[in-house]
């Protein structure tokens, strides 16, 4: 069965972490992926990260992953103090953007903090990653805990059919953040689980028949008054899906 939860990505950058946490509980859910840059900066005091991780213990949800985090710049400095964040908030995987040069730095850090790390590819517009094969090239070798993130609504915006890259991943697939899209005329529109052209019964038996461990997680793009209800309306469809797949 597909593991379902949610980025905090979903909700606005000025939505507090605490909201943030109570939304996810409010949508039936025990598992997140915390954006840093929107709901628990990589500049927080340690208190603040034990606050936040409280807050998450208190509320029953755990704790799946955070990011996307940006790590392009041969910065070591910098991709340390990033992991050294997620091993203080208990994070076991990172969803990153890198660059084919920085993998080399990043992966030494998965190794010695044993902290897994996931590509996010961005479509058409990402200048490193655009689909996950491109990542798969340059991580082929690498540690296994150097997987991807694959965004299935990103994924088809790029011209490739996300249920033969989840398959093409393999092991390699540590995450998945979960969107629909619906071509409208040339122009790929983000709208609620279901409504769109993304195959999400076939994806979720494809993932089932992998006994894929990670999570699927919803990344809901459209911030405005009614983004609750479409994600509300996203879930009851994923569940009714998963419910029919047995």
């Not at 628990?40 to 996307?68: C, F, W």
């Not at 070591?76 to 990153?96: H, T, W």
């Not at 809901?220 to 209800?229: F, I, P, S, V, Y």
Request: aromatic share 6%.
């Amino acid at each position: 069965m597909v593991n379902l939860g949610i980025c905090s990505y979903s909700f606005t950058k000025e939505t507090t972490l605490a909201d943030a946490i109570a939304s996810t509980r409010k949508l039936g859910l025990h598992a997140i992926n915390i954006k840093p840059e929107f709901h628990l900066p990589y500049a927080s005091t340690p208190a603040q990260i034990r606050e936040a991780r409280k807050m998450l213990d208190d509320a029953g949800v755990r704790l799946v992953g955070t990011g996307a985090t940006y790590l392009t710049k041969m910065d070591d400095a910098e991709i340390r103090q990033r992991f050294e964040f997620n091993k203080a908030l208990g994070s076991p995987l990172i969803v990153i953007g890198p660059t084919a040069e920085t993998l080399p730095l990043i992966e030494r850090y998965v190794k010695e903090y044993g902290i897994k790390v996931a590509i996010h590819n961005h479509g058409p517009t990402d200048k490193h990653f655009p689909t996950p094969q491109s990542a798969l090239k340059v991580i082929a070798n690498m540690d296994p805990r150097v997987g991807l993130c694959i965004d299935v609504g990103h994924t088809i915006r790029a011209g490739v059919d996300p249920v033969a890259a989840i398959k093409q991943a393999g092991a390699r697939l540590l995450d998945v953040h979960g969107k629909d899209v619906v071509n409208a005329g040339g122009k790929w529109d983000p709208v609620a689980v279901g409504d769109g052209d993304l195959p999400i019964p076939k994806l979720f038996r494809t993932l089932s028949e992998m006994k894929f461990q990670g999570y699927w997680n919803l990344e809901h793009e459209t911030k405005d008054d009614a983004q609750m209800t479409a994600m509300q309306r996203s879930f009851c469809y994923m569940r009714g899906v998963l419910a029919g797949l047995g």
